[in-house]
């Protein structure tokens, strides 16, 4: 092989590989910070009970807020098709120092492959400012154990 196809098979490997590394990358995963609130997902408005909500199984392996934005990580079976999350809030505050309201985490997750998934959802808390700079609020995980408090 002459010096000039040695060359352009070199520029065109290092191509793909660049083609390859970039296409699984999205905007939220490429960013090793956690993300400012304009890339978080929004919460969901129900005026439906929790109860009547149907969700697939997942757990929570890690609950904080950071730059506004909760931040869950999750865990759940399948990785063979789609899922989608969803937040659900509710204006059900109970009456305590500091205030609480129960968070709703959906998955509906079509697929029936047994793989164990990690993945980190975001959501915006833009909707509970106002209680984060009036003393906080205290976000819980309906049907979970886990809560997190959102303050200044």
Do not use: H
Not at 30 to 37: D, Q, S
Not at 80 to 100: A, R
């Amino acid at each position: 092989m002459n010096t000039i196809t040695i060359f352009i098979t070199k520029m065109l490997f290092i191509a793909f590989m660049i083609l390859i590394v970039s296409c699984g990358v999205s905007n939220k995963s490429a960013n090793k910070n956690i993300p400012a609130k304009e890339y978080c997902e929004f919460l969901n408005f129900t005026n439906a009970q929790y109860s009547d909500l149907e969700s697939d199984y997942y757990t929570i392996d890690s609950l904080f807020i950071d730059n506004d934005c909760l931040n869950v990580w999750v865990s759940y079976s399948g990785g063979c098709g789609n899922s989608e999350f969803k937040l659900f809030y509710n204006d059900l505050l109970m009456n305590s120092m500091p205030p609480k309201v129960n968070l709703l985490l959906q998955l509906d997750d079509d697929d029936n492959c047994r793989a164990i998934v990690q993945q980190k959802l975001y959501f915006n808390l833009s909707f509970f400012t106002e209680y984060a700079n009036n003393g906080g609020i205290v976000l819980r995980m309906a049907g979970t154990d886990a809560s997190v408090t959102y303050s200044y």
